[in-house]
């Protein structure tokens, strides 16, 4: 079955702090692996997208990595600011013959206090 | 450049009736998906339409049907509402021809609410 679980379900960390999220996936055939955020009340923003042969993909202060043998990626936030606060999403794109589908995690709530 | 927008924002509705919900995608792109999304299911892929045509279709009922017009706006239609209907409904546009790179933009969603 294709999955996509994520963890922890949430974190609180101090303003400045840095966190690591994680998501691992059951997904095949896999095509694709993106990082979303979604602020409260909001549609989520993609964050970093990663294909197969990229491990390591950057977008100012978010790192996303990915190890495809394992099957696990990870979201590095550094020196965290209260708006990092929101839900962080990992979703996986599958292959299909006719098109493609997502598969989502179902996100790690994020809490940055000052 | 405009981003994508859904309308209605919010909407409440009874069980038994039926919902249109619509979404206009950013200037030039041709794709439009649906997701629905729970606090207890997160977010759900419903359909993806490209040029008028469905694309990919999620785990649904056939209660959830939806179209896109050849300016590439698209509605999503559920009928028969039932209470676990109740969900925040978003919409995304790419531009479809971008393969796996594709990026989704995500307009603000619809939130219906089933009594």
């Known amino acids: 079955k294709n999955q996509v679980e994520q963890s922890p379900q949430s974190l609180i960390i101090l303003e400045g702090k840095n966190c690591t999220l994680q998501c691992n996936y059951t997904v095949s055939p896999f095509s694709n692996l993106r990082w979303y955020k979604q602020d409260t009340g909001r549609g989520p923003v993609s964050l970093t997208i990663?294909?197969?042969?990229?491990n390591t993909k950057s977008n100012g202060r978010y790192t996303a990595t990915l190890d495809a043998d394992t099957k696990q990626s990870s979201l590095h936030i550094t020196a965290s600011q209260l708006s990092d606060s929101a839900s962080y999403i990992c979703v996986v794109r599958l292959e299909k013959e006719a098109g493609t589908a997502l598969i989502f995690g179902k996100g790690t709530t994020l809490s940055v206090s000052s | 450049k405009a981003g994508v927008t859904q309308t209605p924002r919010y909407l409440i509705k009874t069980r038994g009736q039926q919902v249109t919900l619509s979404c206009s995608p950013i200037s030039g792109h041709r794709s439009v998906s649906w997701y629905q999304q729970t606090p207890g299911q997160g977010l759900q892929f419903l359909f993806e339409y490209f040029s008028e045509t469905q694309r990919n279709k999620g785990n649904f009922p056939g209660r959830f049907s939806g179209r896109q017009f050849s300016n590439s706006r698209s509605e999503m239609n559920v009928s028969t509402l039932e209470l676990g209907d109740s969900a925040l409904y978003l919409c995304?546009?790419?531009?479809?021809?971008?393969?796996?790179?594709?990026?989704?933009?995500f307009g603000p969603g619809t939130r219906l609410t089933v009594l």
């Open positions: 995304a546009s790419s531009s479809g021809t971008s393969g796996r790179s594709d990026t989704q933009y």
């Open positions: 990663m294909t197969f042969s990229e």
